[in-house]
Structure formats: structure tokens, C-alpha cells
């Protein structure tokens, strides 16, 4: 008995200094332990996400993929999966698992190793939250504590929700929400139990049971998992030999983006760190609303690059990308081919193919997607492949395939017409960019061909000389200084002396009318009418003019050179002064964020665009010195009923930079350049030089302007219709490179394939098919007539009224204080030939199509 008393003094004493030995070391380490009580104000690092007005994810910013979920959004199953295999004992036990350790601790003695963990679940988010995962007592007796403490403060539950929504599961997944998106692309709810199962295995080493590279570990793993639940009785036996014997499925999901705008996502993600820095903005799960919309987008996306590639096959074919083998080497394996078309990456909307097979007229390819699979490209897929010589000239039309291609290369394709067809990487470059002329919401934008290849928003960044597109705002300081739309301004060669140097703008084609109405001249892109409106107005009026529609004193050459369009602008620039145009004279300012909300959906910035409001004319002032007009807050306090705007303030309203006489004018100017005029009847009709907009979207509530530079350097259209304004650009990023021309070609359209590219031919196909693509969302507008314009019947030749209603006449607008008030004699009327400065003869017939250089 006595060794009895012995051993149980003995046992108290071994009792009573492990509690000791606690203390101790709970006294030790305690100035090191976090504050515990911290972890329900912690926030959980999930990523930025960018969306479109309409709800489209366009990308996700941040290291770590996380969804947090709440204990409805998770199945029972799937938690009862983690705690099968991590922790049985979860609901039982204070934070730590005696009986675990125990167990721990004899398989340690009996075996040599730890091959068994012990850690419970509230253990592992005690370490997740607070410490780092080094091996150490240390770490280890800290890791016991916190957890004790949080299993005081914290319910089962929501220990359980800060684990799974936390724990690192591989592939920058963290938590079961982010996993499930990036195993299996669905939504936890949607997983099944042999899915849930691989999910609840991973925690114990992500990287070597990772069910993407590691198939063969991930099922071991899993059946693990699934006998733990049916010795826990969470699932049947059925359950567990259906589970058990179903394949692993795992294969990578990205974020899924369900809206290709990159450039657009990229202005987000840069606004939000201006905002609230890198940290905050890559990981407190801001979600960024743009005010891009989907049919907007996807059309700009489309039309965009269709219009490169179409530039690009009028000018040749460069050749394949790369040569994996020739004959007579021996053909690669459909293994290794898909194992090399792996590593290269698709762009826009090329994919990388091989060729295997080469016949007469046609070839078969293995591409990436096809899976091994051979797909074929008919001759009307290669057949536009001449040889590229340099951007002016192409080789002969080939006539077989294998004049084009080898087996072996490596090449590009895209599909059309769910049909494959060759294609390259373009070399040219584009951008388009389309917004609403009511608020200044850009609702579509593209910064190149590729954002992956080139991360250079020529949207936004791109200053680049415009041409032809400046003419409607010098045009409108015309109109704001004594002209008329029936003004008359000599269409004739210019030779402008400086010392002993001549500049002789030209005309393109060199083909000159003699006097020349506004309109016409307008129409028609008539260079030199542009640059003796200059001349008259001078620089001044005239750069003040262009700085109201919003473009840059130091951007606008201080010489005569503006009329023709040397001034460098960007696009988007250049849709917001068209915009300008389009919404009768409003300054609106162009933004792409809507708005920004919090990871619990509280908005903390919203847009406050400033509105046009049509019908607040009176509430509109206009300042001494040639200033912009405000509205005055007496005015506005008066006139709040007047603005649909509630309530109405100062800020909320655009300011009228233009009047709405200047703009209504200045739209007839942009829609005579799409329609033109005379009389086809009688032979003297005559198109605009945007007149394919007109044949092929057939709406006459829209205008719009071509643009080429000098050298075809830049091909640009700007335009409106309907409450959309957009901007398309065309060039090289390389200033050194122009447009070039192509020789005719049968494989091609005529009209398309030949000749000096300008911007009807090369900027133009662009924004006609995006308004194509949108017109069903972009109704016919209705501008009214402002109330000091009038209508009267001139005569088209000389501008001046007319009894007459015949082809020869017109109706025409014009301010109340500018109609012409003589009446015109018709033997006085301009004969076919008059004389220049120079005395020179010219010959004025005017062309039926024009397409202006400038």
C-alpha cells in the first residue's frame, strides 16, 4: 500500500507541476500573444473586382482568390468533411484535443515518428490569424493558448467559418469559396461529395495533394477523406463506394471574366490605389463598377479586331510565326504539339496552330483547343495570303497552298464564320473609345489589339495628329464669327509665303471647286477651305475655340498647320469634343467609374458626373471675355423645375462652352460629310466623304468626320448617332511607319483593296460595325431646331436666297440674324472655270467620291 500512496503523491506532485510548469510559460510567452479579441475585427484579404455597368466581371486584382462565404452559403457536407479528416473531435473539445495529443504522443513513442497531427482546427486558425507556421515549442505553446482563448469568445461556428474561409487549399485559392471557383469553376453549393472530399484533403499539404498536378495523391487523399466520414457515420456506405470510385475532375479556373476589357480594367485598378493605396485596394475585396456596358464593349472588342485584321490582309501575309520541323524530318507527335501550343499563349482573338497537312488548295492544322483533332482551312481562308514585300507593296495572288504554308510551322488562326481561317499577329495598331455625349460615360473602350502583348492604352495615352477630324471645330469658330453654312470660301490652291519658303497645302484629290459653300466644303473635306478659315479668323479665335471643346493649348500648333490637323490629341479626347457637338454644346467630362463598393456592399464613392440638361437654356449665362456659360445659382434656385436634375446644383450641370445655335450648326456640317448633297437626279449629287456610314447604317440622326495625316501616318473617324459618340484610330505605334497602300486584288473587295489607306477605308469599318452592333440598344434621336435658327430656300451655287424650287436649291439653316437678305440674279451664277491667286486655270468638277488625305 505504501507504494501505492507513494505513486499517487507522486502523480499530484507531476499534476501540480505541469500546472506550474503552464503558468510559467503562459507568463513567459504572454507579452508575446496577440490580442485576441482582434480576430472579429479582422478583415479577410480578398481581391479587387472589376465589373461593368451591368454586373460583367472584366478582371480581379490581388494575390490570394477568395470568396468568403457565411455558414448558410456552405454545405453541411462539406463542413463535415473538414472535420472528418482535420478535427472529429471539433464540437467536443476547449480549443485543444488531449485525446489527440495523447494519440499523437503514443504513435510518436511507438513509432520514432510524427507521422500523427494533433492540431485541432481552432489550433490551425490561432495560427493562420496570429502566427507564422515555424516549427517551434514556442510557436506551438502560443498556437495552444490563442486557441483556448478564441474558443471563449468565439462560437463553434464562427470558428469554423473564419477556418474555411481562410485556409490555404493551393493554386492562390484561399478559402473553400475561392477553391471551388479554381478546382471546378462552380459555387460551393454545386460540388459534389467526391469534390468536397478532394477540397477537405488538401490542408494538410496543398502543393503535393493538389488534384490538378497531382491527380494520383489527390485520390489517395480523398478516399482517406471519405472513409473518415463514413466512420463518423456523415455519410452511408453507398455514398462512400460511389464517391470513391469517381475520377478525379479538378482542372484550373481563372477568375471568370466574362468581359474581355482589359485597358478598362486596368484605369480601375490604377484609380482605386490613387484612391486607398496598393494594400487596401488588392485586399479588402473592392468591387469597381465601371460604366462600360456589355453590348457596347463586346461590339467595340469585335469591331475593332476585325477592322485591324482586314487592314492587315490587304497588305500580306509576313509568313509563320515559327518552324518546329521540315522535311524531310521526321513529323512531331500530336503529344508534342499540344505540348508545345500550350506554352503559347492565345492574343485578341488568335489562336497558335500547326500545319500537318498541306493540299492543293487547303491545309489541316492542329490547334491548342482542338484537343489533337485535325481542323481544316479552305482556300477561302488562305487565299488572301500575298506575299508581304513592305506596307506599299505585296507579292502575286498565290495560287495553291503550299505557296503559303509548310507542314511544320507554326502559324496563327482565328475563326470566322465559325470557319477557320490564317491570320497573323497585326503589325499596325488601333484603338476605339465610345461614350455617352449626355454624361460623359464611356461605355466602351479599346487600347490596342492586344493587352497582353502591349499594356499601352492608345485610347487614352496616344497623342496623335488628327487630320481631318479638327475640321469641325475650326468650322465652328467660323459660325461663331460671321459665316453661315451657305457662306461662300474659294476653293483654290494656297501658296503662303514665309521668306523664301512656299507652304502649298493641296487639296486631296487635287481637285478644287472654285467658291464653295461651307457646307460643301465640309462635305467634301476640302483642305484649303479649312486652312483660309484659319487665315481669316486667326490663330487666336481659333485656338480659343478649340479649348473649349477640352483640347490642350500645348497640343495645338501655333501655325496655319492646324487647319489641316497637326495638332496631336487622343482619342478620347477627341470623342469628348465631338461629344460636345453632339449634346448641343455641353462641356461634359468623360469617366469610366460608376461607382465603388466595400466587401459588404456599401457604396464609398460614387460617380457625380456633371449632366447636360437640354432644357435649362435659360438657366445659362454666358461670362464676360469670351467665357464659358454657367449657370447661376439664382438662376438655378428659380428654374429647378425647369432640369430634370434633382435636386439642382452648380456642379451637376455641364457647362454650355458652345452655343446651342454653334452646335446645332456644326452637326448639319458633320451629317453633310456622311449624306453629302446636290442632286443625283440631275447629276450634280455629290457623297460626303464618311458616306459609307450613311449606305450602311442608313439613320439620319448621325454625323461624323474622316481623318488622315499627312503621309497616312493616322487614320481616324469620329462620329455620332443616337446618344452615342465613338472614336476609331488607326496608325503604327512607330511614328516612322505609315499606313502604306495596297495594289488591287481579286480576292478582295475592290473598293477595300486598293489604293492609299486613309480614314474612310482604315478607321471608318470600325465604327460603322460597332454601331452596327449596337444600333438595336441606340434609338433614333430627334434634335430640335433651336429657336433663333431659321430656315429659308437659297440657291446651291452661290449661297444667296432664291425664288426658285428646283434642283438647284435648297433649303438652308440659319441664325435669325444672318439671313442672307439679297437675292440671287441667275446670269451672275459661277461658270465652269474661274482663276486662282496665281492665275492659274483650274478645273472645278467635283467627284462623286472623295477620300481626303488630311
Known amino acids: 500500500m505504501q507504494w501505492i500512496k507513494r505513486l499517487v503523491l507522486f502523480s499530484i506532485f507531476m499534476g501540480l507541476a505541469g500546472i506550474a510548469a503552464i503558468v510559467a510559460i503562459y507568463y513567459l510567452v504572454k507579452s508575446d500573444l496577440p ?19 451591368d454586373g460583367e466581371l472584366l478582371s480581379q486584382f490581388g494575390e490570394k482568390r477568395r470568396i468568403p462565404l457565411t455558414k448558410e452559403d456552405i454545405p453541411e457536407m462539406l463542413t463535415n468533411a473538414f472535420i472528418a479528416i482535420e478535427d472529429s473531435r471539433f464540437h467536443q473539445h476547449f480549443g485543444i484535443d488531449p485525446i489527440g495529443i495523447m494519440r499523437a504522443v503514443s504513435v510518436w513513442v511507438s513509432t520514432g515518428s510524427a507521422t500523427q497531427g494533433a492540431s485541432t482546427i481552432t489550433q490551425q486558425v490561432a495560427r493562420n490569424f496570429f502566427l507564422t507556421r515555424d516549427r517551434t515549442f514556442i510557436r506551438k505553446i502560443k498556437e495552444v493558448f490563442i486557441a483556448v482563448q478564441l474558443e471563449q469568445i468565439l462560437t463553434k461556428d464562427e470558428i469554423m467559418m473564419l477556418y474555411l474561409n481562410k485556409i490555404a487549399l493551393g493554386q492562390r485559392a484561399y478559402g473553400i469559396g475561392a477553391a471551388a471557383q479554381v478546382y471546378y469553376g462552380k459555387n460551393v453549393s454545386e460540388l459534389t461529395l467526391a469534390e468536397m472530399a478532394v477540397l477537405a484533403g488538401l490542408p494538410k499539404a496543398p502543393s503535393n495533394l493538389n488534384p ?10 480523398r478516399n482517406v477523406v471519405l472513409f473518415r466520414m463514413l466512420s463518423e457515420n456523415y455519410i452511408t456506405q453507398d455514398q462512400y463506394e460511389t464517391a470513391k470510385t469517381s475520377p478525379i475532375t479538378a482542372t484550373y479556373h481563372g477568375a471568370e471574366i466574362t468581359l474581355s476589357a482589359h485597358y478598362v480594367a486596368e484605369i480601375a485598378r490604377n484609380k482605386l490605389i490613387e484612391l486607398y493605396g496598393s494594400e487596401r485596394s488588392y485586399n479588402e475585396g473592392f468591387n469597381v463598377y465601371t460604366t462600360i456596358n456589355k453590348i457596347d464593349q463586346q461590339a467595340a472588342n469585335k469591331a475593332t479586331l476585325n477592322n485591324l485584321h482586314d487592314y492587315d490582309k490587304r497588305h500580306g501575309y509576313r509568313g509563320a510565326s515559327k518552324v518546329l520541323w521540315q522535311a524531310p524530318a521526321e513529323s512531331w507527335s500530336t503529344e508534342a504539339i499540344l505540348s508545345t501550343l500550350s506554352q503559347t499563349p492565345d492574343s485578341g482573338d488568335l489562336h497558335p496552330a500547326v500545319v500537318v497537312k498541306v493540299t492543293k488548295q487547303a491545309i489541316k492544322v492542329i490547334t491548342k483547343s482542338g484537343q489533337g483533332v485535325l481542323q481544316q482551312i479552305d482556300w477561302d481562308g488562305l487565299k488572301w495570303a500575298r506575299p508581304f514585300i513592305t506596307n506599299s507593296r505585296q507579292g502575286d495572288e498565290p495560287k495553291k497552298a503550299s505557296e503559303i504554308v509548310a507542314v511544320g510551322q507554326q502559324i496563327w488562326v482565328r475563326e470566322v464564320a465559325q470557319k477557320l481561317e490564317l491570320s497573323q499577329y497585326p503589325d499596325a495598331s488601333a484603338a476605339f473609345v465610345s461614350l455617352n455625349p449626355q454624361d460623359g460615360a464611356i461605355t466602351s473602350m479599346v487600347g490596342g489589339f492586344s493587352f497582353e502583348q502591349s499594356k499601352f492604352n492608345r485610347a487614352t495615352q496616344a497623342q496623335r495628329q488628327v487630320g481631318s477630324n479638327i475640321k469641325p471645330f475650326i468650322y465652328s469658330a467660323a459660325l461663331d464669327n460671321g459665316y453661315t453654312l451657305a457662306t461662300l470660301v474659294n476653293d483654290a490652291p494656297i501658296n503662303e509665303w514665309a521668306g523664301s519658303t512656299a507652304w502649298r497645302p493641296k487639296n486631296s484629290p487635287e481637285v478644287y471647286a472654285g467658291p464653295i459653300r461651307l457646307r460643301q466644303a465640309m462635305g467634301q473635306s476640302k483642305n484649303v477651305v479649312s486652312v483660309r478659315l484659319v487665315q481669316d479668323l486667326g490663330l487666336t479665335k481659333v485656338t480659343n475655340q478649340l479649348e473649349k471643346y477640352g483640347f490642350e493649348r500645348k497640343n495645338l500648333p501655333q501655325n496655319n498647320t492646324i487647319a489641316l490637323g497637326s495638332a496631336s490629341i487622343s482619342p478620347l479626347s477627341l470623342a469628348t469634343g465631338y461629344a460636345i457637338i453632339a449634346n448641343g454644346g455641353f462641356r461634359i467630362e468623360p469617366y469610366l467609374i460608376e461607382r465603388i463598393e466595400n466587401a459588404y456592399g456599401s457604396v464609398i464613392y460614387q460617380a457625380n458626373p456633371k ?21 447661376t445659382q439664382t438662376a438655378l434656385d428659380k428654374g429647378a423645375n425647369i432640369c430634370p436634375i434633382s435636386p439642382v446644383s452648380a456642379e451637376q450641370i455641364a457647362p454650355a462652352v458652345i452655343s446651342a445655335e454653334t452646335s446645332f450648326l456644326t452637326r448639319e456640317l458633320l451629317k453633310t460629310a456622311i449624306w453629302g448633297g446636290g442632286s443625283w437626279q440631275h447629276n450634280s449629287g455629290w457623297n460626303g466623304t464618311g458616306w459609307r456610314a450613311g449606305r450602311a447604317l442608313k439613320r439620319h440622326d448621325m454625323g461624323g468626320k474622316t481623318g488622315t495625316t499627312n503621309g497616312s501616318k493616322d487614320a481616324w473617324f469620329s462620329g455620332f448617332a443616337g446618344h452615342t459618340v465613338a472614336t476609331s484610330w488607326v496608325g503604327f505605334d512607330d511614328f516612322n511607319l505609315d499606313l502604306g497602300r495596297t495594289s488591287y486584288n481579286n480576292n478582295l473587295d475592290k473598293d477595300q483593296s486598293y489604293g ?16 452596327q452592333e449596337t444600333a438595336s440598344s441606340n434609338p433614333v434621336v430627334t434634335v430640335d431646331t433651336p429657336s433663333n435658327i431659321s430656315t429659308v430656300r437659297i440657291d446651291r451655287n452661290s449661297g444667296l436666297l432664291t425664288y426658285q424650287t428646283d434642283h438647284n436649291t435648297l433649303f438652308e439653316y440659319f441664325r435669325a440674324d444672318s439671313v442672307p437678305s439679297e437675292y440671287v440674279n441667275r446670269k451672275t451664277v459661277f461658270k465652269d472655270k474661274t482663276l486662282t491667286e496665281d492665275n492659274q486655270e483650274i478645273l472645278y468638277n467635283a467627284p462623286t467620291s472623295v477620300d481626303e488625305l488630311f
Request: aromatic residues 10%.
Open 35 to 53: 490580442d485576441v479579441a482582434t480576430i472579429t475585427e479582422i478583415q479577410l484579404q480578398v481581391p479587387m473586382k472589376v465589373y461593368s455597368i
Open 212 to 221: 490538378i498536378t497531382s491527380p494520383k495523391n489527390a485520390k489517395m487523399r
Open 756 to 771: 492609299s489607306e486613309f480614314g474612310a477605308k482604315t478607321a471608318q469599318p470600325a465604327w460603322i460595325e460597332f454601331m
Open 611 to 631: 449632366i447636360v440638361c437640354s432644357d435649362c437654356a435659360e438657366l445659362y449665362t454666358q461670362q464676360e471675355n469670351n467665357q464659358p456659360f454657367i449657370a
